[in-house]
């Protein structure tokens, strides 16, 4: 499958962290068509399915990216009809006022506008509105918004899937975009003879807190994991980060193992793959942290893709960097052996 189309289909269904079966079965159908087996749903939702290399006893490398996005949770009914709001997961909220979003009721799909106080109106011109003072317009009265809308209801943004020549825009590509990582991996290994089984492990709720990284482990029964998240992008905005299109980055410091990284890059030296390392001395802030010291311990490294706008209503990646990854995970793979490699 061409990788933008990939995207599209990833990045299309609403999967709020907390509420992510709205991706799960396409994800699920994803992996089934490039040679997973033994695909299951664990209890807090994560999916995970094997590519098997056929060797018997093979160590198991798992690659591993979160299904969930953030959004909004309604909270309660103004005077007026509109509705208060809480995030779900990290906002940037300067970009909130004026968005289009879509509010999901059992009655069915609601559309609204986040507004707010005009500039005008206000004593504190130029400065950031924020997220307790806005509200989602729909519309309706207090009564007709009382009857079609309960607290607790998600919101979601409606952001469309956008081609910027190389790149594309759209919603959740953190981190949608590393999930298709893992799937081009696949494509790209059925032409390798690896010697390791891959376990492709798609978590939930990373947005809030790592959770679904912090059990996955036991069930994935990895000898290592290589976690697939967004890194930051430069933009006109901001010279910090790396630029979209440059490839891979390769994170280094204590919450990375220092020989599965050696074999990263010797792959990405081998194969010619452009990489860039990126210091983390500390908390990587994704699921690597978690995986890191989930059971007895796994040994992980963070591979990212530069994305431009990251927690907005639209992220911009390229779709080249994607395919790198993906590359680079293969050719990790057939260097993989276990044992030794990752012996201290």
């Given at each position: 499958m061409e990788t933008?189309?990939?995207?599209?289909?990833?990045?299309d269904?609403?999967?709020i962290?907390?509420?992510?079966a709205?991706?799960s079965?396409?994800i699920?159908?994803?992996?089934?068509?490039?040679?997973?087996?033994d695909i299951?749903?664990?209890n807090?939702?994560?999916?995970?399915?094997?590519?098997?290399?056929g060797?018997?006893?093979a160590?198991?490398?798992?690659?591993?990216a979160h299904?969930?996005?953030?959004g909004l949770?309604?909270s309660g009914?103004?005077?007026?009809?509109?509705?208060?709001?809480?995030p779900?997961?990290?906002?940037d909220?300067?970009v909130l006022?004026?968005?289009?979003?879509?509010?999901?009721?059992?009655?069915?799909d609601i559309?609204g506008?986040?507004g707010?106080?005009p500039?005008?109106?206000?004593?504190?011109?130029?400065?950031?509105?924020k997220?307790?003072d806005?509200?989602?317009d729909?519309?309706f009265?207090?009564?007709?918004?009382?009857?079609?809308?309960?607290?607790?209801d998600?919101?979601?943004?409606n952001?469309?899937?956008t081609?910027?020549e190389?790149?594309v825009?759209?919603?959740?590509f953190d981190?949608?975009?590393?999930v298709a990582?893992?799937?081009k991996t696949?494509?790209?290994?059925?032409?390798?003879k690896?010697?390791?089984?891959?376990v492709?492990a798609i978590?939930?709720?990373?947005e809030?807190?790592?959770?679904?990284?912090?059990?996955i482990?036991?069930?994935?029964k990895?000898?290592c994991?290589?976690?697939?998240d967004?890194g930051?992008?430069t933009?006109?905005n901001?010279?910090e980060?790396?630029?979209l299109?440059?490839?891979?980055i390769?994170?280094v410091g204590p919450?990375l193992h220092?020989?599965?990284n050696?074999?990263?890059f010797?792959?990405?030296?081998e194969?010619?793959i452009?990489v860039?390392?990126?210091?983390?001395?500390?908390?990587?802030?994704?699921?690597?942290?978690a995986v890191?010291v989930?059971?007895?311990?796994?040994?992980v490294?963070?591979?990212s893709?530069p994305l431009?706008?990251?927690?907005?209503?639209?992220?911009?990646?390229d779709?080249?960097?994607?395919e790198v990854?993906a590359?680079?995970?293969a050719?990790?793979a057939?260097?993989?052996?276990?044992g030794e490699?990752?012996?201290?």
């Amino acid at each position: 499958m061409e990788t933008k189309e990939l995207l599209k289909a990833l990045v299309d269904p609403v999967a709020i962290a907390g509420s992510e079966a709205g991706v799960s079965e396409v994800i699920k159908k994803l992996l089934s068509e490039n040679g997973c087996e033994d695909i299951f749903t664990d209890n807090t939702g994560n999916i995970i399915g094997t590519y098997k290399c056929g060797k018997k006893d093979a160590p198991r490398l798992m690659l591993e990216a979160h299904m969930d996005e953030i959004g909004l949770m309604v909270s309660g009914i103004s005077d007026e009809g509109s509705l208060l709001f809480v995030p779900v997961g990290g906002f940037d909220e300067k970009v909130l006022p004026g968005s289009e979003v879509t509010v999901h009721t059992e009655g069915g799909d609601i559309y609204g506008i986040i507004g707010a106080k005009p500039p005008h109106l206000t004593t504190e011109r130029g400065k950031a509105v924020k997220m307790q003072d806005m509200s989602v317009d729909i519309g309706f009265s207090k009564g007709e918004s009382e009857k079609r809308v309960k607290i607790g209801d998600l919101i979601s943004f409606n952001t469309c899937f956008t081609e910027l020549e190389s790149a594309v825009a759209g919603r959740c590509f953190d981190d949608r975009a590393g999930v298709a990582a893992i799937v081009k991996t696949l494509e790209y290994v059925k032409d390798l003879k690896i010697e390791c089984d891959i376990v492709c492990a798609i978590t939930v709720q990373e947005e809030l807190g790592m959770r679904g990284a912090k059990v996955i482990c036991e069930s994935a029964k990895a000898d290592c994991a290589i976690c697939i998240d967004a890194g930051f992008g430069t933009s006109a905005n901001s010279s910090e980060g790396f630029d979209l299109g440059s490839g891979v980055i390769v994170s280094v410091g204590p919450n990375l193992h220092p020989k599965l990284n050696k074999i990263i890059f010797d792959a990405a030296s081998e194969y010619k793959i452009d990489v860039t390392s990126d210091v983390e001395n500390g908390n990587t802030g994704t699921n690597a942290w978690a995986v890191q010291v989930a059971g007895l311990g796994v040994p992980v490294s963070l591979l990212s893709f530069p994305l431009r706008y990251m927690h907005s209503t639209y992220e911009v990646i390229d779709v080249s960097d994607i395919e790198v990854i993906a590359k680079l995970c293969a050719y990790t793979a057939l260097k993989f052996k276990g044992g030794e490699q990752l012996c201290f």
